[in-house]
Structures are given as structure tokens and as C-alpha cells.
């Protein structure tokens, strides 16, 4: 019989937590064992495996879906090495691979398959959540956290963060012992007042040579030379909108440029299942000139085939027969090249006019390659041929509700990770996870070079093998703030970020932050004088990897 309750209890807790914030009256304070911020997968899981220790926890999260990219159209996983991947992460994508009917994982998966799973663990171990509330503020006592302030602002209909909190909502406040910021852009970690950093670092400054500005950028690059101007040939008639002014600086320095954002894309062929892609509010094909002289270009290669394949236009894997995760590809694709500058420091009116401008800009290439006369016929036809999914997105239209920020804020903690950790120049001896993905940033900026467009700062390089990422880089420095763990923009160069900004990792650092969270709060220390071997033997003990053991030669 108990199991039977606890089955109905599961579903019922499924249903209603999505509608939690409206389905019941919401009491203005919580105090609680842990507050996690952000319900990404990271938070899930940090989420659920502090309740699974039997301790109290909360998961804020700022809009009405779980899961973060995970579920917000990424189905196509980086992994790099899934021997690196254990504990919940790998728990999460062996349940995805059930969803299916698989007894193995499944790496590969529908948005709304990969959001029944996160509410089915959330379900499951009776995590309260609560969705459409973003952090207002922050109460320190000391270089302790004591509680964090939230405003109700529910979404905009794309997905965006609501320029404004709801009028009448009265705030929340969550007393914690334990602070775990697991949002994309860092928000709890900056109004602690912890270090962080935007952008790229010089060469210089950690001793990486793939940081910085590049001098070149050899791929997701124009393949023959793009007139940059409005009048071909003529510079006094200003840039093409998708170009931006300046030289882009010198190679090796640092800058506040963040890697590109786009939206993953879930679509389909299947007539039953499709919804048109229409043109955005305002739509103007002069937006897209630099898109048409690109096609231009591509076809005098002869590589214009298709939309995908060798034509460099976009990256369309197939998650299942008849779904999508399109990707960015090329020199002018999916990625909106520096429309996100001001996107991590933002206020959230601003942010709500990046994440619009980076949905119209998209849909607005999608339905150029598919209606204007510039754009070869058979690439028209193709691009018509796919449209939006019905049963995925269906609050926002058919859309991702989640922007893939592939970087914001990165925290500058008492261990920074750096190339020299994905090259084992240098290996942590405190891990509590292990990255394993290339040292990928997408493109940084557009400019003028030699006369012809050029896009700067992709990088695509392997690590020597999967490296370790230790405790310290996922705790703030020593007096900053006693309290609070960071294992989404933990403390990470730009350029070691691109590999380790993998979802199966930022759930393996959930997870190790909610023992290390509870570790601290039952000896009473700070997070950075957690007992590191004592957190060891319980992250191994829940199955994490912490040490790659490559597989031996045949």
C-alpha cells in the first residue's frame, strides 16, 4: 500500500509543481537547510540530492520550466567522455534512456522527454519548487548569506525574463544555512558580492595561448570574401546590421566579449506534427544582406547543396527519426555574433530585450532562407519543409524557452581552471568532477578585415584527455561569502569554460556542491574548510568519477 501512496503522491506532485506559484497560496518566507537558485539541471540535481540526505531544501527558479538547456532544445548532449560522467548526471540520462524503452542511457532526446524527467526526480523526493521568482536582493550577515529576497515576474509568452516583477505579488524571503547559485548567469553570486569575471582574459594573464583575441579563426568563417558595406565596395555607406564597427583589437588581449548566444532548435518534417516558422514582429530582409551575399559566396564553392551536411548554413542533428537540435553553423548561422555584450551584467529589462532580439534574429534568418528570392530554390524548399514542433514548446509558441547562454559570469574563486588543466600541464588535487569536452568558443565578433567580413573568436581544440575539476573552483574566495557554492559558472577562464560548460558536468557539480553544502553546515565550517577526503569518500561513494581510467589498448 505504501508504495502505491508514494506512486500517486509522485504523479500528483508532477502535475501541480509546475503550476505551484498559482495552484496554492505562497507564504512570504521560507527557511530552509539549502536555497538553490536556478532550476537548470545543475539545480535540479543539486536539488534533489539534498533531499535524498534527508535534509530541507527549496529550488527557486526565475521561470515556469525545469531543466534549464537540458530541456530547453540541447538534446544532442556534449559529453566528450561518458566515462566521466556518474552519480545523478548519469542517473538522469539512464532515466531518458527508460523514457524510451532503452535499458542503456540515452544521450540524445526530445525537450519535453528530458523536462518529464527532471519532474519526475523533482516528484519524487518531494523537492518544493518554485517557479516565475528571480533573486531581488540579498541579506548578509558577516561573509554569511542569511537569506535571499525574490519578486514574482512571470516569463514573457517567448520564454523572456519580465522586464518588470508582478505588481502586487508580495516578495519571498529564503533564510538558508546553504546558498547554491545554479543559474546560468551567476545572479546570487554577484549580489553576494563574490569575484567574478566577464569576457575574455589576455593570453598573458594565466599563460593560455588559446585565450584572448585571436588573430585567426580559421573555422565557422567565410569561405570566399563578403562585402561588409551597403554600397559593395564603399565604406562611406557604413557596415551591413550584422557587422560591428572597430578593428576587434589585438590579438592576445583581453576583452568583456562574451561567446555568441543562440536557441537550439527543435523542429520537424513530419506534416502531423509541424507548425509554420513565420516571419518576426518587423521583420526586414535588409537585416539579412550579409546572410544573401553569404549564400552568394557559398554557392560560388559548389558547396551549396543543403541546408546541412557540407553546406555550412546550420548544424541539423537528429535526436530522434523525425526531431531536431540545430545548432549553429558557418560564418553567418544560428549564432546572433555580438547582440549578448550586455547580457551577463544586465538588468532584467535589458535581458529581456537580448533574449527577444536573439529569438527575432532567428527566426527571421530561418524564414529568409526559406522565402527570399536570393536564396537558392532547393534551399528554399528544403528550409519550408521544416517547421515547429506541436507537443514541444508549447508555452512559448513552439520555441525554446531557454537561450543557450553558452557564458556570462564566471566566478574567480580560490582555484581558477585554465588551459593548463585540459592540457594537464597541471592537475587539481581536490576534484569533485571531471570535464572532458573541446575548448569550443563560438565566435566573439563580426568586423572589417583586409575589406571583407570576418568572424573572430571560435576555438576548437581538444584537451589531452578528461582533467579533474577541483572543490576550490567551485567555492568563492576566503571572507567573500562563507555560505555559498557555485557549480555553474564556477571559477573558470574563458577558454577552459568552453569545455567544461557541458550539461553532464554542470550536474556532476550540482550534485558534489549539495554534499559539500551539507558537509559544511553539519560541522559548521565554512564551505572553503570543508574536510576535502571526508567529501571525497562520499562523492565517490554516490558514483562520481573523480579519476579517468583510460580504457586498455586490444
Given at each position: 500500500?505504501?508504495?502505491?501512496?508514494?506512486a500517486?503522491c509522485?504523479a500528483?506532485?508532477?502535475i501541480v509543481?509546475p503550476f505551484a506559484?498559482?495552484?496554492?497560496?505562497?507564504?512570504?518566507?521560507?527557511?530552509?537547510?539549502?536555497?538553490?537558485y536556478?532550476?537548470t539541471s545543475a539545480?535540479?540535481?543539486?536539488?534533489?540530492a539534498?533531499a535524498?540526505e534527508?535534509?530541507?531544501v527549496?529550488?527557486?527558479e526565475p521561470?515556469?520550466?525545469?531543466?534549464?538547456?537540458?530541456?530547453?532544445?540541447?538534446?544532442?548532449?556534449?559529453?566528450?567522455?561518458k566515462?566521466v560522467?556518474?552519480?545523478?548526471?548519469?542517473?538522469?540520462?539512464q532515466?531518458?534512456?527508460?523514457?524510451y524503452?532503452?535499458?542503456e542511457?540515452a544521450?540524445?532526446?526530445?525537450?519535453?522527454?528530458a523536462e518529464n524527467?527532471f519532474?519526475?526526480?523533482?516528484?519524487?523526493?518531494?523537492?518544493?519548487?518554485?517557479f516565475?521568482?528571480?533573486?531581488?536582493s540579498?541579506?548578509?550577515?558577516?561573509?554569511?548569506?542569511?537569506?535571499?529576497?525574490?519578486?514574482?515576474?512571470?516569463?514573457?509568452?517567448?520564454?523572456?525574463?519580465?522586464?518588470?516583477?508582478?505588481p502586487?505579488s508580495p516578495?519571498?524571503i529564503?533564510?538558508?544555512?546553504?546558498?547554491?547559485?545554479?543559474?546560468?548567469?551567476g545572479?546570487?553570486?554577484?549580489?553576494?558580492?563574490?569575484s567574478y569575471?566577464?569576457g575574455?582574459?589576455?593570453?598573458?594573464q594565466?599563460?593560455?595561448p588559446?585565450?584572448?583575441i585571436r588573430?585567426?579563426?580559421?573555422?565557422h568563417?567565410?569561405?570566399?570574401?563578403?562585402?561588409?558595406?551597403?554600397v559593395?565596395?564603399d565604406p562611406s555607406?557604413?557596415?551591413?546590421p550584422?557587422?560591428?564597427?572597430?578593428d576587434?583589437g589585438k590579438?592576445?588581449?583581453?576583452?568583456?566579449?562574451?561567446?555568441?548566444?543562440?536557441f537550439?532548435?527543435?523542429?520537424?518534417?513530419e506534416?502531423?506534427?509541424?507548425?509554420?516558422?513565420?516571419?518576426?514582429?518587423?521583420?526586414?530582409?535588409?537585416?539579412?544582406?550579409?546572410?544573401?551575399?553569404h549564400?552568394?559566396?557559398l554557392?560560388k564553392t559548389?558547396?551549396?547543396?543543403?541546408?546541412?551536411?557540407?553546406?555550412?548554413?546550420l548544424?541539423?542533428?537528429?535526436v530522434?527519426?523525425?526531431?531536431t537540435?540545430?545548432?549553429n553553423n558557418g560564418?553567418?548561422?544560428?549564432d546572433?555574433?555580438?547582440?549578448?555584450?550586455?547580457y551577463?551584467d544586465?538588468?532584467?529589462?535589458?535581458r529581456?530585450?537580448?533574449w527577444?532580439?536573439h529569438?527575432?534574429?532567428?527566426?527571421?534568418?530561418?524564414?529568409f532562407?526559406g522565402?527570399d528570392?536570393r536564396?537558392?530554390?532547393?534551399?528554399?524548399?528544403e528550409?519550408?519543409?521544416?517547421?515547429?514542433?506541436?507537443?514541444?514548446?508549447?508555452?512559448t509558441?513552439?520555441?525554446p524557452?531557454q537561450m543557450?547562454?553558452r557564458e556570462?559570469?564566471r566566478m574567480?574563486g580560490p582555484?581558477?581552471?585554465t588551459?593548463?588543466d585540459?592540457?594537464?600541464?597541471?592537475?587539481?588535487?581536490?576534484p569533485?568532477?571531471?570535464?572532458?569536452?573541446?575548448?569550443?568558443?563560438h565566435?566573439?565578433?563580426?568586423i572589417v578585415?583586409d575589406?571583407?567580413?570576418?568572424?573572430?573568436?571560435?576555438?576548437?581544440?581538444?584537451?589531452k584527455?578528461?582533467?579533474?575539476?577541483p572543490?576550490?573552483?567551485?567555492t568563492p574566495?576566503?571572507?567573500?561569502?562563507?555560505?555559498?557554492?557555485?557549480?555553474?559558472?564556477?571559477?573558470c577562464?574563458?577558454?577552459?569554460?568552453?569545455?567544461?560548460?557541458m550539461e553532464?558536468?554542470?550536474?556532476?557539480?550540482g550534485e558534489?556542491?549539495?554534499y559539500?553544502?551539507?558537509?559544511?553546515i553539519?560541522?559548521?565550517?565554512?564551505?572553503?574548510?570543508?574536510?576535502?577526503?571526508?567529501?571525497?569518500?562520499k562523492?565517490?561513494k554516490?558514483g562520481q568519477?573523480?579519476?579517468y581510467?583510460?580504457?586498455?589498448?586490444?
Amino acid at each position: 500500500m505504501r508504495s502505491i501512496q508514494s506512486a500517486l503522491c509522485a504523479a500528483f506532485l508532477s502535475i501541480v509543481l509546475p503550476f505551484a506559484t498559482t495552484a496554492q497560496p505562497e507564504p512570504r518566507r521560507h527557511s530552509v537547510d539549502v536555497c538553490v537558485y536556478g532550476g537548470t539541471s545543475a539545480g535540479v540535481i543539486a536539488a534533489v540530492a539534498v533531499a535524498k540526505e534527508g535534509k530541507s531544501v527549496i529550488l527557486v527558479e526565475p521561470g515556469r520550466h525545469l531543466g534549464g538547456m537540458s530541456s530547453g532544445g540541447l538534446g544532442w548532449t556534449d559529453f566528450g567522455n561518458k566515462a566521466v560522467i556518474g552519480g545523478l548526471s548519469l542517473d538522469f540520462y539512464q532515466r531518458v534512456g527508460r523514457a524510451y524503452g532503452r535499458q542503456e542511457a540515452a544521450w540524445t532526446f526530445e525537450p519535453r522527454v528530458a523536462e518529464n524527467v527532471f519532474h519526475q526526480i523533482v516528484a519524487e523526493h518531494k523537492v518544493i519548487v518554485l517557479f516565475e521568482h528571480r533573486l531581488r536582493s540579498v541579506q548578509k550577515d558577516g561573509a554569511r548569506l542569511a537569506s535571499a529576497t525574490f519578486e514574482h515576474a512571470p516569463p514573457q509568452p517567448s520564454g523572456a525574463p519580465a522586464p518588470a516583477a508582478q505588481p502586487d505579488s508580495p516578495e519571498l524571503i529564503v533564510a538558508a544555512k546553504m546558498f547554491l547559485d545554479c543559474t546560468y548567469e551567476g545572479d546570487l553570486m554577484a549580489k553576494a558580492g563574490v569575484s567574478y569575471a566577464v569576457g575574455r582574459e589576455s593570453v598573458a594573464q594565466y599563460g593560455e595561448p588559446l585565450n584572448g583575441i585571436r588573430a585567426e579563426t580559421p573555422k565557422h568563417q567565410f569561405l570566399g570574401p563578403v562585402d561588409p558595406y551597403v554600397v559593395p565596395g564603399d565604406p562611406s555607406s557604413g557596415l551591413l546590421p550584422l557587422v560591428q564597427e572597430g578593428d576587434g583589437g589585438k590579438p592576445g588581449d583581453g576583452d568583456k566579449r562574451v561567446q555568441t548566444y543562440n536557441f537550439r532548435l527543435c523542429l520537424t518534417q513530419e506534416p502531423s506534427n509541424k507548425l509554420p516558422i513565420t516571419a518576426p514582429p518587423g521583420y526586414d530582409p535588409k537585416r539579412y544582406e550579409l546572410l544573401a551575399r553569404h549564400v552568394q559566396s557559398l554557392e560560388k564553392t559548389g558547396k551549396l547543396d543543403k541546408l546541412s551536411g557540407r553546406a555550412p548554413l546550420l548544424k541539423i542533428d537528429m535526436v530522434t527519426p523525425k526531431k531536431t537540435d540545430i545548432n549553429n553553423n558557418g560564418a553567418v548561422s544560428t549564432d546572433h555574433i555580438g547582440a549578448n555584450y550586455d547580457y551577463p551584467d544586465a538588468d532584467y529589462a535589458r535581458r529581456a530585450e537580448i533574449w527577444n532580439d536573439h529569438l527575432h534574429y532567428i527566426q527571421g534568418m530561418l524564414h529568409f532562407l526559406g522565402t527570399d528570392p536570393r536564396v537558392p530554390g532547393h534551399i528554399r524548399t528544403e528550409m519550408r519543409s521544416w517547421g515547429l514542433c506541436k507537443d514541444e514548446f508549447q508555452d512559448t509558441g513552439g520555441w525554446p524557452h531557454q537561450m543557450y547562454v553558452r557564458e556570462a559570469r564566471r566566478m574567480v574563486g580560490p582555484y581558477v581552471v585554465t588551459q593548463a588543466d585540459c592540457e594537464h600541464k597541471r592537475v587539481a588535487e581536490d576534484p569533485v568532477g571531471m570535464g572532458a569536452y573541446n575548448m569550443d568558443s563560438h565566435n566573439c565578433q563580426r568586423i572589417v578585415k583586409d575589406g571583407v567580413a570576418r568572424n573572430e573568436g571560435d576555438v576548437q581544440v581538444g584537451p589531452k584527455g578528461p582533467y579533474p575539476i577541483p572543490y576550490r573552483a567551485l567555492t568563492p574566495k576566503r571572507g567573500e561569502c562563507d555560505n555559498l557554492l557555485v557549480p555553474v559558472c564556477f571559477s573558470c577562464t574563458h577558454i577552459a569554460y568552453g569545455s567544461a560548460r557541458m550539461e553532464p558536468v554542470f550536474m556532476v557539480l550540482g550534485e558534489s556542491s549539495a554534499y559539500a553544502a551539507l558537509q559544511a553546515i553539519e560541522s559548521g565550517k565554512a564551505v572553503q574548510d570543508v574536510d576535502y577526503p571526508k567529501l571525497r569518500e562520499k562523492l565517490l561513494k554516490a558514483g562520481q568519477v573523480l579519476q579517468y581510467k583510460a580504457p586498455a589498448k586490444k
